[in-house]
């Protein structure tokens, strides 16, 4: 029984053709980024429909993610790309869970967590080529040396990432890259072999691909949205989430008539208005109030009035027999119609990414597998 008159799909096809579409674009092993419960689609039903396309290493931004990994795939290489604590490392060295390193002191906590618990802990080095967040510059090559030295230790990787591969001109993206391989080769003159490279994401898969090396990082193309307007939208990539609720409520109001708080809409005529259960409780941002769009019947709906924290009001008066029940399409298909991620994020002034990781875990996901009715 559905709880909710709000729910989101997430088509478990779609996320296996999206990666087969990657896949093509590089001869590199593809390590898919599943970190913010893989973008909102959820983070244990993605990891397995993705091991049974060939992945063997996922990426998460934090410990707790990789923990949730490992406690169902043990097997899985996991790597936490994003910042771990230092009394983070007895865990990651007792689960086998590689870090990215970016401060001496990390390696130095590992190092002495593997040391006592008799195990080689592996590590990628994070590099610092122009995002100017987090990573080793030029000035620190003698520090990775250090960590090289330090016992227990295997550094089997080392990466960087782009501040601009998603957009048409890389010319910063190939600075950072020569920024990278020159480094790469001083470590390796120096005696320091590392045998994994990894720089590309979504955007350099499909548009840079001097920088695969032997690891790449799908992340939002997995999920069926562009990386930007100037990056994948010729890739034939498809949105794996729709979301959608039920109407709870139609009414009519006359001219003059005003809806929901602050009374920033009033009717210009007798208009018919259709509440949802939905609201920026649930992922919906307030900033589209008298703005977004739905669907309903195919058609496309005005949010009027300011969206509530569980509630939202839709103009339908030119949409023949809505009634409560109906299903209306926040992000995804109805009939010709189509809203995507990127659609709304356009509204918002903000990029695809945030819509579909801001949808909140109240929001039930249902998973749909077409496979598994064959």
Known sequence: MRLRQVWAEVNLQTLRENYFKLQAYTQSEMMPIVKADAYGHGLIPVVKTLIACGARRFGVARLEEALEIKEVFPELTVMVIGATDLEQSD??????????????????????AAV?????????????????????????????????????????????HFATSDQSDLSFAREQLKRFEGLYAKLKSSGLKIPIRHAANSAAILQFPESHFELVRPGIALY??????QVGGNVGLEPVMSWKAKVSN????????????????????????????????????????????????????????????????????????????????????????????????????TISYEVICGISKRVPRIYLDPTENN
């Open 91 to 112: 865990t990651l060295v007792r689960e086998g869970i590689i870090p990215s390193i970016f401060q001496l002191s990390q390696a130095q906590a590992l190092s002495d």
């Open 116 to 160: 006592k618990q008799n195990q080689t802990a592996k590590l990628h080095i994070k590099l610092d080529t122009g995002m100017n967040r987090i990573g080793f510059r030029e000035a620190d090559l003698a520090k990775i040396l250090k960590i090289s030295a330090l016992p227990n230790l295997f550094i089997e990787g080392i990466f960087t």
């Open 224 to 229: 069926g949205l562009s990386p930007s307007a």
């Open 250 to 349: 139609v009414k009519s109001i006359k001219t003059g008539e005003t809806v929901s708080y602050g009374r920033t809409f009033q009717a210009a005529y007798p208009t018919c208005v259709a509440t949802i259960p939905v609201g920026y409780a649930d992922g919906l941002r307030r900033a589209l109030s008298n703005h977004g769009e739905m669907l309903i019947h195919g058609k496309r709906s005005m949010m009027i009035g300011r969206v509530c924290m569980d509630q939202t009001m839709l103009e339908v008066t030119k949409i023949k027999k809505v009634n409560v029940g109906d299903v209306v399409t926040i992000l995804g298909k109805d009939g010709y119609e189509q809203i995507t991620a990127t659609e709304m994020a356009d509204w918002l002034g």
